[in-house]
């Protein structure tokens, strides 16, 4: 049965790490923007250079580029039974467009992961990521602690500082937050208490995603 979700919320919500949980359970790709951004940026892409200023900054990519990159994922094979989107739509006119690229897709549940910004601001500013594979360490690992998925060495992302998380935050509030209305009215929206374990806020999503079944099944007869 056709899975998609979208992940809303604020940078440092845990949408990655609830994103990958929920993918790999479905047996669908989890598709985050920041890493394609991320990839690209490594790999030396016209994209990397493009992107690489306003992320560093803390500011968003522009709506075309970043919508292009989107329509060409959500249509590739492995992506036919569902994905989870984690970091997209992050203004209005993504939602729009993504509305238009999903038309017929079955239903899209959007989970709305809500924290408040002082714990947002602690996680983020303390959090390490492999400088390998992009993987989360486990908050509060020893400074010498390698990557949990492949070893490599953790650092901090170059947007994790204290200045520029500030900034992401207050971009998060300004573009993002107009997503909350444009969305809240659908059946198939969900808000969640992301201040808590993470396994409590898998349960909650799944339990979320798991009441839509009968509109899915409805769909799919359709
Ligand atoms: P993230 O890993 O989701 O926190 O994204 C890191 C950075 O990538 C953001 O601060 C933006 O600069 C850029 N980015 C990721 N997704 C988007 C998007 N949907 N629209 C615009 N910029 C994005």
Do not use: W
């Not at 984690?86 to 203004?91: E, H, K, S």
């Amino acid at each position: 049965m056709a899975c998609n979700v979208i992940m809303l919320g604020p940078p440092g919500a845990g949408k990655g790490t609830q994103a990958e949980r929920l993918a790999s359970l479905h047996g669908i790709p989890k598709i985050s923007t920041g890493d394609i951004l991320r990839e690209a940026i490594k790999t030396g892409t016209e994209l990397g250079r493009l992107a690489r200023k306003r992320m560093d900054a803390g500011q968003l990519v522009s709506d075309d580029v970043m919508i292009g990159i989107v329509k060409e994922r959500v249509e590739r094979p492995d992506a036919a039974e569902g994905f989870v989107l984690d970091g997209f739509p992050r203004t209005v006119a993504q939602a729009e467009a993504l509305d238009r690229l999903l038309d017929g897709r079955g239903p899209v549940a959007v989970v709305h992961m809500v924290v408040p910004r002082d714990v947002l601001v602690a996680r983020l500013t303390m959090r390490r990521v492999c400088a390998d594979c992009g993987a989360n360490a486990a908050p509060g690992a020893p400074a010498d602690a390698r990557c949990p998925r492949c070893g490599g060495a953790l650092v901090q992302r170059a947007d994790d500082d204290v200045a520029i998380v500030q900034e992401r935050l207050d971009v998060f509030e300004r573009q993002t937050t107009p997503l909350v209305a444009f969305y809240q009215a659908r059946p198939t929206f969900f808000e969640i208490d992301g201040n808590r374990p993470p396994d409590e806020v898998h349960a909650a999503m799944r339990a979320a995603i798991d009441s839509m079944a009968p509109v899915r099944a409805r769909v799919e007869r359709a």
